[in-house]
């Protein structure tokens, strides 16, 4: 069965820098799909940024950009220039080709610090 | 972007009672929907996955008869707890598919059972 893991609980970041949030998954299947989701206070899952996984290229979303090791099934998210706003629980999510289920990992909540 | 309407966004039922959450898709027709489970605290459970027109799959572990899902038509779909007991209190959230790639998701609804 597929899982997405990832090891960070909790982390912390000063504004304006970089952090980034680590996650890895396990799967036999070669056609996926890799998601960052943000869950703000609100609770409203938010997309943050989606690779596929057949595209060796990184994916960009402004501030937000990618790692993706497709050998190591390893999927990190960077956040460039911390905002305030971009303090919530980030969720790695993972989805076969074949199929329109979405699994989570536990999800890494993230503090801004002023 | 596309808009997922979830109605309730807070509800408050007596043990024994039964409790309907509207799924909406409001710019867009969803075939599929799919309803979530959150625990405070933890990741996205997937409950089942909802189809226009036919039976909802459910996840293993999951009664079908305590929580029953109608998809009646290509924007709505219906979560209903039946006699809820307090161990139902979770947060629910729904999403919806538009096209091969994408899912939305609702803004959720948090249910406790007195």
């Known amino acids: 069965a597929q899982t997405v893991t990832q090891s960070q609980p909790e982390m912390s970041v000063q504004e304006a820098e970089t952090v980034t949030l680590s996650c890895t998954y396990d799967t036999s299947e070669s056609d996926y799909y890799l998601f960052w989701y943000k869950q703000p206070p609100s609770r409203q899952m938010i997309l943050v940024i989606r690779?596929?996984?057949?595209?060796?290229q990184n994916a960009t979303e402004n501030r937000f950009s990618v790692n993706f090791q497709k050998a190591a099934k390893s999927f990190s998210l960077k956040i460039s220039d911390s905002q305030l706003g971009d303090a919530a629980m980030y969720f790695c999510a993972y989805r076969e080709d074949r199929d329109d289920k979405i699994i989570f990992g536990k999800g890494t909540r993230l503090h801004i610090l002023p | 972007g596309a808009v997922v309407s979830q109605h309730p966004s807070w509800v408050i039922c007596k043990s024994g009672t039964s409790v309907k959450i509207e799924c909406r898709s409001l710019?867009?027709?969803?075939?599929?929907m799919f309803w979530y489970r959150q625990f405070p605290k933890q990741s996205l459970m997937l409950m089942a996955t909802?189809?226009?027109?036919?039976?909802?799959?459910?996840e293993q572990g999951v009664e079908k008869d305590k929580f029953l899902i109608n998809h009646a038509s290509l924007t709505l779909s219906t979560l209903t707890v039946t006699s809820a007991h307090p161990e139902d209190s979770s947060f629910y959230i729904c999403?919806?598919?538009?096209?091969?790639?994408?899912?939305?998701f609702g803004a959720g609804t948090r249910l406790s059972v007195l």
């Open positions: 690779q596929e996984a057949y595209k060796q």
């Open positions: 999403s919806a598919r538009q096209g091969p790639n994408i899912q939305y």
């Open positions: 710019d867009f027709q969803a075939t599929t």
């Open positions: 909802s189809n226009e027109g036919s039976k909802a799959t459910y």
